[in-house]
């Protein structure tokens, strides 16, 4: 899974790799060769009193040095690069995939999760893709040559090679195995500190209304401590690694030593050589090192890679249909729920059944019912944020799997229940509708949703900050703010989920006035609680349960509709009779 993603995200920097590659195979020669050169010094110089070859082989060596040492800032230069690039890539390409999530995949994943496998997971992965430039070059290198040059210094001392680096390579792999579970657990573990951070920052004012920072703290105590207590348990498995080596280097240093003075003294091998085959055992064993290294590395990226792979693999609910269909003219806006059945993926009950009704251009439908009877629901079924379960939901006769998602959208002017407003300021919110919009239909929408005269008074107008998720406005500015931003776009179907409910009954009928006149040829849906907001509706559908229980006007539901009689008897008993 790591590989596959790796390979993918690294194509685009083929060349800057192969560059990388071929430096660091440089500087690695050079590595093998410089003992080579270190004991014909001593052999040939040192040993025999030659200045003049010790002076050449002095400068030979002096240059390779150099030669590395360009040669390997080269290669910490592209491999960055690389890296960073690719880090790039694989981020921008989980971005994308979630921005092109339903609610369903949104929800089950949820924020937290999407948020960590965004940027600490993709930042694992890119810095094993890092190290994996460097290490999966040198070591097997430096391994294979320094055996082989090793050995060319002299056989009869191999043995010990024979005995340490398999007993490095599998101590080594035996902890590498242990780490991958729990490396898997602390990335959940982050997650879960995410979840609760969010969740008490979002929720910082009920904290303080209800005193609850202490409970709080606990929790976040408790989720920390878990962490803490698992990236522990990695440490000392982790830390085993290090100790395992220099005890295996330095026991067989010792032993290369004991065992090369004795050939030296039979006369079998001469001082230069073993100086030499010393160098080579401590680089073969180094390679060995950074291969650990490298493992370490591995069994999180690996953990970070399956998660990672999961959110590009997650296909969304709603997607692109294989073959769209577009209406042949401009859109009209007739909107037909035939049948409509849903339940939340996991519930039992199913949220909506046998929703059935036509909503007409030019005509007002309103959709009310008690809290939780799935008017939310139904409004996101119609806005295709989820796909009905039984029947379906068509516009302008064609159903809205068969829409191209773009266009289904661009035809939809919605408000959802919670509005939410990105920072910036007002005219970039409004701009969310209407990329295009000039300043004269941006007051002209502000005009309709009644949030002209608050944003004139601001010295700012156009350019009055809004703050994330538009916390510096009050709940009803909040609301006329959305509202702008749908009618903005003057769509052919207008969905308003309980769009009034934050706004005092004059400002509400003052909107739903002047909309009527600037929607007059649109198809309106408006979800409400009050009735004296959907009185003037052309019909009204009455949801229980998920059940429409009435469908007509006003005084006509009154009369013969007990569950629409109630609701009104309890709000305005006047209406009612
Ligand atoms: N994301 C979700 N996952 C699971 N169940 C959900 C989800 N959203 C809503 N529900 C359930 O679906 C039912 C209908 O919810 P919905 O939001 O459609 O009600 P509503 O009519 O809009 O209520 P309100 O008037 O309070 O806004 C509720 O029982 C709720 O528990
Ligand atoms: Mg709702």
Not at 417 to 437: C, E, H, I, M
Request: with cysteine.
């Amino acid at each position: 899974m790591l590989t596959a993603l790796v390979l993918r995200y690294l194509r685009p920097y083929r060349r800057p790799v192969a560059v990388v590659v071929a430096l660091q195979s440089i500087t690695t020669l050079a590595a093998l060769y410089l003992p080579t050169l270190n004991a014909a010094i001593i052999d040939d110089g040192v040993t025999v009193g030659n200045t003049a070859v010790i002076v050449r082989l002095g400068a030979v060596m002096l240059a390779i040095s150099g030669l590395a040492v360009a040669c390997s800032v080269g290669a910490v230069f592209f491999g960055s690069r690389a890296a960073m690039g690719f880090g790039r890539d694989l981020r921008a390409a989980v971005f994308d995939r979630v921005t092109e999530f339903s609610l369903a995949e949104t929800t089950r994943l949820g924020p937290a999760t999407l948020l960590t496998r965004t940027t600490n997971d993709v930042g694992q992965i890119q810095a094993l893709a890092q190290m994996t430039f460097t290490t999966l070059v040198t070591a097997p290198i430096m391994c294979v040559g320094g055996i082989a040059m090793a050995i060319h210094q002299d056989a009869g001392l191999a043995w010990i090679l024979l005995v340490s680096v398999p007993v490095l390579a599998f101590s080594n792999g035996a902890v590498v195995i242990r780490l991958l579970p729990v490396f898997r657990r602390m990335q959940t573990l982050i997650d879960g500190i995410n979840r609760v951070l969010r969740e008490q920052l979002a929720g910082i004012r009920v904290i303080r209304a209800f005193g609850r920072e202490s409970f709080e703290q606990d929790r976040f105590g408790t989720a920390n401590a878990e962490l803490r207590d698992t990236a522990t348990a990695a440490g000392a498995r982790q830390a085993l690694l290090l100790p395992i080596a220099t005890l295996t280097i330095n026991i067989s240093s010792v032993a290369l030593i004991w065992f090369g003075g004795k050939r030296i003294d039979a006369g079998a091998m001469a001082v230069g050589s073993l100086v030499a085959f010393l160098s080579y055992f401590l680089l073969i064993l180094m390679a060995v090192l950074m291969t650990t290294m490298f493992l370490t590395a591995l069994p999180r990226a690996a953990a970070c890679a399956e998660r990672v792979t999961e959110v590009l693999d997650t296909v969304p609910a709603v997607s692109e249909p294989p073959d769209p269909r577009v209406p042949a003219g401009p859109v009209t806006g007739v909107l037909e729920c035939t049948d409509v059945g849903f339940g939340y993926p996991g519930a039992e009950e199913p949220v909506l059944a046998g929703v059935s009704f036509t909503a007409l251009p030019g005509t007002t439908t309103a959709i009310v019912g008690g809290t939780g009877s799935g008017k939310s629901t139904l409004v996101a079924l119609l806005s295709r944020l989820y796909d009905a379960d039984a029947g379906g939901v068509r516009l302008d006769g064609i159903d809205v799997r068969d829409w191209p998602t773009d266009g289904l959208w661009a035809a939809l002017g919605v408000v959802p229940q919670r509005g939410y407003l990105f920072s910036g300021t007002v005219a970039d919110n409004l701009r969310y509708g209407r990329p295009d919009a000039t300043e004269e239909q941006m007051w002209a929408a502000l005009r309709i949703a009644c949030a002209e005269e608050f944003v004139a008074a601001d010295p700012d107008r156009l350019a009055m900050p809004v703050a994330q998720g538009g916390a510096n406005f009050s709940g009803g500015q909040r609301q006329r703010l959305a509202i702008a931003r749908a009618v903005i776009r003057r769509p052919a179907v207008y969905l308003f989920d309980d769009a009034f409910s934050a706004l005092d009954v004059r400002t509400d009928a003052a909107v739903r006035a002047r909309l009527r006149e600037a929607a007059a040829d649109a198809t309106v849906v408006i979800v409400a609680q009050r009735i004296s907001t959907v009185v003037e509706a052309d019909q009204i559908v009455v949801l229980a349960d998920g059940r429409v229980v009435g469908l007509g006007r006003h005084e006509q539901l009154l009369d013969d509709c007990p569950a629409y009689r109630s609701l009104a008897d309890s709000q305005d008993p006047a209406v009612a009779r």
